[in-house]
């Protein structure tokens, strides 16, 4: 029997009730089906069938490095004719090469899944540090080895997460950007990168229609997020940035019962409380309730709470909603409150005129998260926090380290970046982004957004014509396709909650099932009352609709084996 791996999930969980009456659609549709098995839901995996998986094969290539056994790190500095550093490069390169062949290629695993202190076992010669070094052979063997293990994220059969696919373009970005090794904060040691980095950001900005506003990339979402809520803070109460939190009563935001726990984090990390986030139920498709939102906010107001920001959700982590940002807008304007948009996810679609208007408003909202290492593919990691207004983020952050930001430089301050970020050191993840606009153009990415959605159809009707898949959405915003698998043996009754309960256990052994062969990678999760379910985002353009199909028939395979 796998491990069976129970799931909590990236859901705000405060008051989720919004799944019953999906649920009761399920119920319906697989009531009292015919059992196969009299072990009703026994999730039992059988040796035969276990032995059915396939093992391993691993991850080889034609390789000779002797020659590099007797040369070390300190070497290729010594060696002043450059040909150690371009053999050793060159090799790491062909290395990367072959991992990228591999990963493209569909006959391939996507991962080789080892148990913990297995790995550790296989891994041992190569994890630990000794006090000697080891040669540029072992470094590279060890090189060769982590890749034997990595999951292939960029995998057309990798569908686990939001940011998948592997851009050559990117990565030649992440590559050049690791070279040029150098930190965002100041012109003086980013010169291009920080001109490259005002130009996507005004290009990001301009897709919101905020014509003079600022930005920042972040070390990802749940920071970005952050920065948003800092921003909210800041504009109320700008004396906390001197004085602390005292005296300022109960702080509340309101945010959707299915928005990401980033918003709970940076509640938690600013000072306003868990038990400040205040959850906003949802539709039954994810959708925030901006009637709900507006009552819940009165009353907080007559409870003397002062409500200061909204996060709204643009492309929620499971099923993909879009919260309705006009309403929500209104609302905001109403109570004079902050308006955050949680785009991580979603906002990659401002770059296609047909799905930009799943964000209509957001022009409305006064700052936003954008991860363009989801849906635009850039390798991780790569996220934006943008504002509708110049100047908070300096004047929110700014601490004017002399050592650093001096005012007495040659050139023009203005273009040292680091004051504005919570950061010193900030990593480069701008280089690689712009690389891949330029080699794309805006047509490339409207074009590979398009594809996302087009799939996401395709996998939804494919869905529905398979008798033992149920959906959990009918229709579909985002290009999230979350789906149960439902064994004939699971019966689902109006009496009791007992083939819920079995259902629970039947997303969580596939799931291990898929990870032991190492054919495909689904993630799953609970939502809500809603027993275990798969999600399938979708955001790698190498996927194609025979992927998709794969992926169904692998999971009607897989579940011969339960
Ligand atoms: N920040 C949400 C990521 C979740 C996912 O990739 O599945």
Redesign the pocket.
């Known amino acids: 029997m796998p491990t069976v791996m129970l799931y909590t999930g ?1 859901v705000n969980l405060h008051s989720m009730n919004m799944a019953s009456d999906l649920w009761e659609k399920v119920k319906k549709r697989f009531r009292n089906t015919v059992m196969e098995n009299t072990e009703t839901g026994k999730l039992v995996q059988s040796k035969e069938s276990r032995e059915r998986i396939n093992r391993s094969k691993s991850f080889e290539q034609n390789i000779d490095w002797t020659d590099l056994e007797k040369y070390f790190a300190k070497d290729i500095e010594a060696d002043k004719t450059g040909e150690l550093r371009n053999r050793f490069l060159n090799e790491l390169v062909r290395l990367l090469d072959n991992y990228i062949q591999l990963e493209h290629k569909r006959t391939s695993k996507v991962l080789d899944f080892h148990h913990p202190h297995q790995l550790r076992e296989i891994m041992e010669h190569c994890l630990i540090i000794d006090k000697d070094p080891k040669s540029l052979e072992e470094v590279l063997s060890d090189c060769k080895e982590t890749l034997k293990y990595c999951v292939k994220t960029g995998h057309p059969r990798f569908l ?4 998948t696919g592997l851009d050559i373009v990117g990565i030649a970005g992440e590559m050049l950007t690791s070279v040029a090794d150098t930190n965002m904060f100041t012109y003086e040691v980013a010169p291009v990168f920080t001109l490259i980095e005002d130009t996507v950001l005004t290009k990001m900005l301009g897709y919101i229609g905020w014509y003079d506003g600022e930005g920042m990339f972040a070390p ?3 920071i970005s997020n952050l920065y948003g809520m800092l921003s909210a803070r800041h504009k109320r109460f700008p004396s906390i940035k001197y004085t602390g939190m005292s005296n300022k009563g109960d702080i509340v935001i309101f945010t959707s019962e299915q928005s ?1 726990f ?1 918003i709970n984090k940076a509640a938690m990390l600013l000072g306003i409380g868990l038990d400040n986030v205040i959850a906003v139920d949802c539709e039954s498709n994810g959708k925030m309730k901006a009637d709900v939102l507006r009552k819940k906010i009165k009353h907080s107001i007559a409870n003397q709470q002062t409500p200061l920001m909204v996060n709204a959700t643009c492309g929620t ?1 499971i099923l993909g909603a879009f919260d309705p940002l006009d309403q929500i807008a209104d609302v905001c304007e109403e109570f004079g409150i902050w308006l955050h948009v949680d785009g ?2 979603g906002g990659g679609a401002l770059l296609s005129d047909n799905h930009r208007f799943l964000l209509k408003g957001i022009h409305r909202a006064d700052s936003m998260t954008w ?1 363009p290492h ?1 849906m635009m593919g850039t390798p991780l990691q790569c996220s934006a926090i943008l504002l509708k207004e110049k100047g908070v983020l300096l004047d929110v952050n700014q601490t004017g380290a002399t050592y650093l930001y001096h005012k007495d430089k040659h050139y023009d301050t203005g273009f040292d970046t680091g004051d504005k970020s919570i950061q010193c050191g900030r990593h480069n993840d701008v280089f690689k982004l712009w690389l891949m606009w330029r080699s794309k153009g805006d047509a490339g990415f409207k074009d590979q957004i398009d594809l996302f959605f087009t799939l996401s159809k395709y996998l939804v009707d494919e869905i529905k014509k398979r008798p033992r898949f149920q959906l959990v959405l009918e229709e579909i915003e985002g290009p999230n396709v979350c789906f149960w698998y439902i064994p004939s043996r699971i019966v689902i009754t109006d009496e009791h909650d007992e083939g819920k309960t079995h259902l629970n256990k039947v997303a969580p052994s596939l799931k291990a099932l898929m990870m032991e062969k190492g054919s495909i990678m689904v ?1 799953y999760q609970p939502l809500g009352d809603l027993p275990n379910f798969f ?1 399938i ?1 979708i955001s790698n353009p190498a996927i194609q609709k025979e992927d998709l199909d794969f992926v169904l028939n692998e999971i009607e395979e897989l579940a011969k084996c339960l």
């Open positions: 990236p686990n997460q939001l940011s990802g979402g749940a990401h980033s982590t991580a996810w991860n989801k993630t999600r985002a």
